[in-house]
């Protein structure tokens, strides 16, 4: 009898995972089990779901700009003209 296995891959994508398969003796099943891969594609989700959440960075205290006077605006041409 064989079986079909899975694991993480480009081969092919299903539920928005990337996934590989092979298809393997019953008798060589659990090596491939043992080496990581799965036995149903559903344990592939479960696997995504459960990685180990980063520590977040603690945030900067920014200092706040004080609003201020606007700059006055330049003049393309002088205002005396003779």
Same mark, same amino acid.
């Given at each position: 009898?064989?079986?079909?296995?899975?694991? +993480?891959?480009?081969? *092919?994508?299903? &539920? !928005?995972? !990337? #996934?590989?398969?092979?298809?393997? &003796?019953?008798? %060589?099943?659990?090596? #491939?089990?043992? @080496? /990581?891969?799965? @036995? +149903?594609?559903?344990?592939?989700?479960?696997?995504? @779901? %459960?990685?180990?959440? %980063?520590?977040?960075?603690?945030?900067? %205290? &920014?200092?706040?700009? *004080?609003? /201020?006077? &606007?700059? *006055?605006?330049? @003049?393309?041409?002088?205002?005396?003209? !003779?």
């Amino acid at each position: 009898m064989t079986h079909m296995i899975f694991r +993480h891959g480009d081969m *092919k994508k299903w &539920k !928005g995972v !990337g #996934y590989d398969f092979e298809i393997v &003796k019953a008798e %060589e099943l659990q090596e #491939y089990l043992d @080496a /990581g891969w799965f @036995a +149903h594609p559903d344990d592939l989700l479960k696997d995504v @779901a %459960e990685p180990e959440p %980063e520590p977040e960075p603690e945030p900067e %205290e &920014k200092q706040r700009k *004080k609003p /201020g006077r &606007k700059p *006055k605006a330049a @003049a393309d041409e002088p205002d005396n003209e !003779g």
